[in-house]
Each structure stands twice: as structure tokens, then as C-alpha cells.
């Protein structure tokens, strides 16, 4: 009977861990990562017309700063008393370089969206995923399933390790150390005793773990969201200036608001970049997952204890194997996801703007200079 009530116990307690995982089961649910996925396709789909419903409003923009371009490119040439080959060679490169920069822009075949769209396509040919746009969602599950796999560990150690505690009572009262008692009060001191046996080798241990899985999940789950979302904003921000092109090519007829344009021009090289350090690294959280779930299960840990005392004049020999989770690896394998999501976060932006360091020098060419 005791035998009986050890294991519907123990069984009890296996089964009470996964009511703890409503997150991961919710996640499991068939297209949930399309959620994540759906902000970027709904993005671009909102945006799709704007390049066209923009691009009349860049024409007249175009031809209203080239009309004030042409004003003081007349002005300085007649103050510079230039001759008339020279003027025409300076024009038609003024005006070469403007209707360079208006094709790049409005060509299907060219522009920002073309630029990001190379970066896009060697980067997710780098990070070896097949649909780049479908890597945030699945990061997201694959962030629930690490914190599955996490509390699956700490179920299977908190569930042996109430039926060691189970044993060890049993074990006591097998050896004749404590009474039966009256109405089973000798079972609830064997019980204390063997309470008293695991606080003196393994609780401290298995309450600090409790702690740390706790944390864990939530970093598990949460960091992996984060990387998910660094994908989303950048594949959203390309969206948008991708949506915004046409326009600041209109900025580009005049030497004063050129400026402008070559900032927007770089700015595309930026997201490229960041694009093309982003996916891979992003995509690499995938193959740590499988790294970082095999320590997490590794990190249960059997330990057979031996523990021999004096108890009620009558000395107690016991030896019952228990298991439960190693903090300091769950310790170690959160600390290497922070460093990982932290990596995920700062080293795309801060390189790519270093490495896309551009001197284009549009005002000076559109002005006819040759600085």
C-alpha cells in the first residue's frame, strides 16, 4: 500500500510540471509563427503602392529644385565668364549625374529595394535558410522549445526526486528505525527524517534550481523573441525605405537638398548590411538551440547517497540514488543565450554603419564641382 501511495506521489508530481508550460503548448499550435511572420507580410503589402503614389510627387519635386539648380549654375557661369564649351560640358554633367541618380531610383531593374534585395539573398544563402521571412517565427518556437525542453528536465529531477524521498521514508521503516505509530504518524516522521536526510545533501541544490529554471524560461523564451524581433525591424525598416524611395529622389536636382539623397542612399547600403550580418547570425541561434537543449537535459544529475546516523539510539545505513537539475550548467547556458541575444542586437548595427562609410559627395557633383 505505502509502495502504492509512493508512486501515485510521485507520478503526481511528474504530471503537475507540464501544467507549468502553457506558453510552450500555445506555441506548438499549428501556424502560431505566422503571427510573427504576418507583421512583416502585412508591412509589405500596405506599402507595396507607395513607390507609385509617391513618384508624382518626386517628378514635381524634381523639376521644381532642378528649375533653381539651373538658376545658379546660370548665375555662377556668368560670374565665372566662362566659355560656351565649357558651360555645356559642365551642364550635361550636372544633368548626367541627376538623371543617374533619378534611374536608380525609379528603374525597377535598379534602386534601394534592388541593393537590400542582393544583400538579402547572399546573406540567406550564408545563413543556410531556405525562406529568410519565415526565420523569425520559427526562431520564436524554437525559443518555446528550449524552455520546453528546460522544464521537461526539471519535471523528470523534481519527479525522481520525490520518490527518492519516498524510499528513503520507506527504508526507515523497513529497517524498523521508526514506528508505523498510530494511525500512520510514525509514517509522517519517517517522512521528516527523510525531508531532513535530502535538506542536509541535495534541497539547497534543488530549491536554487527551481529559482533558476524559473529565470530560465523566461530568458529562453523571451531572448529568443528578441532576436526574432531584431529580424522583424530590420526587414521593417527596409520595408519603409524601400516604400519611401521615389520620393528623396526628387531631392536630388538640387545642390543644396542632394544632401538628402545620399543620405537615404546610404542609409540602404546600412539596412543591406545589417541584413547581411543579422539573418546569419540569427539563423545560428538555430543551430545553438541543439547545443544548448543537450546541456540543459545533461544538466540532470544522479547522485547516490550513503547517509548513515544515529536515530533513537540505533544507528541508520541508507543508500538511495537521486536525481536532480545541476543549476550551474542551466546557470551557464542562460548566460551564453544573454551574450548570444546581446551579440544579435549590437554587432549588425554598430559594423554596419562602420563599414557602410560612403563618400558619394552628390551636392558637389550636382553643383559641377569636381570636390
Not at 550580418?277 to 546541456?295: C, E, I, K, Q, V
Request: charged letters at 15%; one cysteine or more.
Amino acid at each position: 500500500m505505502k509502495r502504492t501511495v509512493s508512486r501515485y506521489l510521485a507520478s503526481f508530481a511528474l504530471a503537475a510540471i507540464p501544467v507549468l508550460r502553457p506558453t510552450a503548448a500555445l506555441a506548438q499550435a499549428a501556424g502560431s509563427e505566422r503571427v510573427v511572420v504576418g507583421i512583416v507580410d502585412q508591412f509589405r503589402k500596405a506599402t507595396a503602392g507607395w513607390p507609385s503614389l509617391f513618384l508624382p510627387y518626386a517628378q514635381m519635386l524634381l523639376l521644381g529644385l532642378l528649375s533653381l539648380e539651373a538658376y545658379l549654375s546660370w548665375a555662377d557661369w556668368q560670374t565665372r565668364q566662362i566659355g560656351l564649351e565649357r558651360v555645356v560640358a559642365e551642364a550635361v554633367r550636372k544633368l548626367g549625374v541627376i538623371a543617374l541618380v533619378w534611374a536608380f531610383f525609379t528603374n525597377p531593374l535598379l534602386g534601394p529595394e534592388q541593393v537590400i534585395t542582393v544583400f538579402r539573398d547572399v546573406a540567406g544563402h550564408a545563413a543556410g535558410v531556405s525562406d529568410a521571412g519565415a526565420l523569425p517565427g520559427d526562431l520564436v518556437l524554437q525559443g518555446f522549445s528550449l524552455a520546453d525542453v528546460l522544464l521537461r528536465a526539471a519535471g523528470q529531477a523534481m519527479g525522481e526526486l520525490v520518490t527518492a524521498w519516498w524510499e528513503i521514508s520507506r527504508n526507515l521503516i523497513e529497517q524498523g528505525a521508526v514506528d508505523g505509530g498510530f494511525l500512520g504518524v510514525g509514517v509522517l516522521v519517517a517522512h521528516l527524517h527523510a525531508l531532513r536526510i535530502l535538506a542536509a545533501t541535495v534541497l539547497l541544490d534543488v530549491v536554487f534550481s527551481t529559482v533558476v529554471v524559473g529565470i530560465g524560461v523566461v530568458v529562453l523564451e523571451v531572448g529568443f523573441a528578441f532576436v526574432a524581433l531584431q529580424v522583424v525591424l530590420v526587414e521593417l525598416e527596409t520595408i519603409l525605405l524601400i516604400g519611401f524611395g521615389p520620393f528623396f529622389a526628387g531631392f536630388a536636382s538640387f545642390r543644396v537638398t542632394a544632401g538628402m539623397t545620399e543620405a537615404f542612399l546610404k542609409q540602404a547600403v546600412v539596412l543591406g548590411l545589417r541584413l547581411f550580418l543579422t539573418l546569419p547570425l540569427a539563423a545560428l541561434g538555430m543551430r545553438l538551440a541543439d547545443f544548448w537543449s543537450r546541456n540543459l537535459l545533461a544538466s540532470v544529475t544522479r547522485r547516490t547517497l550513503q547517509p548513515q546516523f544515529v536515530l533513537d539510539g540505533r544507528t541508520v545505513r541508507l543508500s538511495v540514488e537521486v536525481v536532480y537539475l545541476d543549476p550551474m550548467v542551466v546557470v551557464l547556458v542562460l548566460v551564453s543565450v544573454c551574450f548570444y541575444v546581446y551579440l544579435v542586437w549590437s554587432y549588425p548595427s554598430k559594423y554596419a554603419r562602420a563599414l557602410a562609410d560612403l563618400r558619394l559627395n552628390l551636392p558637389a557633383a550636382v553643383a559641377g564641382k569636381a570636390g
